[in-house]
């Protein structure tokens, strides 16, 4: 099956950058849109940032506009969520998810990653 893995989660002091990746693996006939969430203890798991399929659209939540990028690089079948000006309350577990057509599915599914954490402190 079809399988998202997340990486490059950690610990940065505020105003610091982390850049986030996500994998797809498997056989894969093709993904369409992307996406970046993220969900704190007690929060609600929130939209970061989206990507059409071919990497011409995106749209981010307003608490990240002009800090984060959303981008994708399909020969590699990867996301990336590039985070700079990092504040505390970007401190989460981020997600990564695709709309992902395949042979091991019957229909086109959405697939979630586990979750990298990302902690910014003060």
């Known amino acids: 099956q079809v399988q998202l893995v997340e990486s490059g989660g950690g610990l940065v002091q505020a105003g610091g950058s982390l850049t986030l990746s996500c994998a797809a693996s498997g056989s894969i006939f093709s993904i369409g849109v992307m996406g970046w969430y993220r969900q704190a203890p007690g929060n609600q798991r929130e939209l970061v940032a989206g990507?059409?399929?071919?990497?011409?659209?995106?749209n981010y939540a307003d608490s990240v506009k002009g800090r984060f990028t959303v981008s994708r690089d399909n020969s590699k079948n990867t996301v990336y969520l590039q985070m700079n000006s990092l504040k505390p309350e970007d401190t989460a577990v981020y997600y990564c998810n695709a709309y992902v057509r395949a042979p091991a599915y019957v229909r086109a599914t959405m697939l979630w990653g586990q979750g990298t954490q990302v902690t910014v402190s003060s």
């Open positions: 990507i059409s399929s071919g990497g011409g659209n995106t």
